[in-house]
């Protein structure tokens, strides 16, 4: 199949132009974005030191400095934003775990004919704009929001409860925006499950629980992982989220970035701050893609 | 047995009031007249009323759709021969390569993929001088990109799917190269190609974050006003905004998946 004769000039400009595109604006950015984090910021535009300058010679004068880098790994600031970025996306993956998977389940179990529609409601909300699925939040959570109007009408509470500003809210934005990732890939694994293997299960006696436990856990990994990484990956570098609904102390990655970039206008550390995002965000995204790779051959 | 099935549905209940009610909520208090928006005063549509004078977000939405259209229709060419040309590749190195900066978009946090683009944008002003100022161009470039992304994923997972056997048959027939392309393999390929071009549309409509990193003076994008009003706090033009938005994206998404639907069943009849 794979022997026809290879058309070649339309083939190079079919797979030409998207490689030209790729280059141009995906490698070759990330590749300035390193240069920029070795160079050193100054006031002027653009706001930082050329790495190069050509003086009287052959050979340009280079200049780099891994002061950025050397910043990033004794201020507290930046170390407690990576590892506060990396507690808050394993937290909020965790807890979209525990909504996600009894959902997938009952929608896997569900009759066909109501199965689609309920697929449809999950997919639904991942196609209207997060930036205001977000905002949603902080009317609910706002001091005099809607919880805290409902409880106080009710006298539960006296005063309203601090929840908008939190790192409780980033969490709730979080799980809320990515809950669809994680619902997908689990109920793709269930779908496919052979059900008699628990009916085998039962039979040899096993509780309900115990099969549970030994048998559609276990084959549902593959998903789980997925779903984990689907929603711990994006939220790493999130912003909107914290932006909106965490507090001036939730520090994440993505907002101290923003904040270097756009109020310190400090570029070539924002840079260094996107390096480190690359490297961080890189190690679970190849996991994910060797995940997909073993489930294709599998 | 019965317990278990109890709890799994009441699960299924709050998951999907929790991924609903926010939205029921804030549909609801965009019909609340008080300007104190979460406290009810009585039903109005006045805030809509406001939202039709107010100039800044028309022409804000005007801008978009424009950026939307045209990166969503780039992003659906390149995405389709980026498809293509990954099918055709036969060594794995190739592959894996093209592969892998097919799918960096996907993966890049958004504040990198927006810093990259603009440190690029900055870096071909100077040394080529251009482009001179930031704007819709610039917005639209770096949407493509990851419009481009999803496109080749959608499109080429319905390719993978594809009977060869169609189009070696049109081959076998006589058919040139890009005469079995245009009425063999893209009439199969449409609704792939129809529903990439959505999904490049509603992303390039709710980018905010990357339009902040590229955007120029005068291009501001309604995710950018949103943003920029919203982060002041909550206010009851945006809510009834918001209720357009969703309302609007909700009606698409349940036609065009009925209109796929619709498609589907017909190819499967006609077989």
């Not at chain 1, 300035?32 to 190069?52: C, D, K, N, Q």
Request: hydrophobic share 55%; with cysteine.
């Amino acid at each position: 199949m794979s022997g026809r004769p290879g058309h070649s000039c339309s083939g190079v400009f079919v797979a030409g132009v998207p490689l030209v595109w790729l280059l141009l604006f995906v490698l070759l950015p990330l590749l300035i974005v390193f240069a920029i984090s070795l160079a050193e910021t100054r006031t002027g535009s653009p706001p930082y030191t050329p790495l190069f300058t050509w003086e009287a010679g052959f050979l340009p004068r280079i200049h780099v400095q891994a002061r950025n880098y050397a910043l990033l790994l004794s201020d507290r600031l930046y170390i407690d934003a990576f590892l506060s970025s990396l507690r808050i996306a394993a937290t909020s993956s965790f807890i979209a775990l525990l909504i996600a998977y009894p959902m997938a389940y009952a929608i896997a179990r569900a009759r066909e004919s109501v199965r689609t529609p309920l697929l449809m409601l999950v997919i639904l909300p991942f196609w209207t704009s997060f930036l205001i699925r977000v905002y949603a939040w902080t009317g609910i959570l706002n001091s005099n929001g809607f919880i805290n109007n409902v409880l106080l009408d009710f006298g539960l509470i006296k005063a309203p409860l601090p929840l908008l500003h939190t790192e409780f809210a980033v969490h709730l934005g979080i799980v809320y925006s990515y809950l669809p990732f994680m619902v997908l890939p689990i109920f793709a694994v269930l779908e496919k499950l052979d059900w008699t293997y628990l009916e085998a299960a039962a039979d040899l006696g096993a509780r309900p629980l115990k099969a549970f436990l030994r048998v559609t856990l276990p084959l549902s990994l593959p998903g789980i992982f997925a779903g984990v990484l689907l929603v711990f990956i994006p939220a790493l570098g999130e912003f909107i989220v914290p932006e909106l609904l965490g507090g001036p102390d939730t520090l994440m990655v993505g907002r101290v970035l923003w904040t270097e970039f756009f109020s310190n206008r400090d570029w070539p550390l924002a840079s260094a701050l996107a390096i480190g995002l690359l490297v961080l965000v890189l190690v679970p995204a190849i996991v994910f893609f060797r995940l997909m790779r073993k489930e294709e051959a599998a | 047995m019965k317990n278990r099935s109890t709890f799994v549905l009441s699960m299924l209940v709050f998951g999907y009031a929790f991924l609903y009610v926010p939205i029921v909520i804030l549909i609801i208090y965009s019909f609340n007249d008080s300007r104190l928006v979460t406290v009810w005063s009585h039903f109005s549509a006045r805030w809509y009323g406001e939202l039709f004078k107010n100039a800044q977000i028309g022409e804000a939405l005007w801008l978009s759709l424009r950026v939307a259209a045209a990166s969503a229709t780039v992003s659906v060419i390149l995405g389709t021969s980026a498809a293509f040309a990954m099918r055709r590749m036969r060594t794995l190195f190739s592959r894996g390569a093209f592969e892998a900066m097919v799918t960096t978009p996907l993966i890049l946090p958004e504040v990198l993929t927006g810093l990259s683009l603009l440190l690029l944008f900055v870096f071909l002003g100077e040394t080529l001088g251009w482009p001179g100022q930031r704007g819709a161009l610039t917005i639209t470039l770096a949407h493509i990109t990851f419009g481009m992304a999803y496109a080749t994923v959608v499109i080429r997972a319905r390719l993978s799917q594809l009977d060869p056997a169609l189009e070696e048959a049109a081959a076998d027939l006589g058919a040139t190269p890009w005469r079995t392309f245009r009425r063999v393999t893209l009439p199969l390929l449409l609704p792939a190609i129809f529903a990439a071009w959505l999904l490049a549309f509603t992303l390039s409509l709710d980018d905010v974050v990357i339009a902040s990193f590229v955007t120029g003076p005068g291009a501001t994008t309604l995710p950018l006003v949103i943003f920029s009003s919203v982060r002041l706090g909550v206010s009851p033009q945006i809510n009834a905004l918001a209720t357009l938005l969703v309302l609007f994206a909700a009606c698409t998404i349940l036609t065009a998946t009925l209109i796929l639907r619709r498609e589907e069943m017909q190819a499967k009849n006609m077989k």
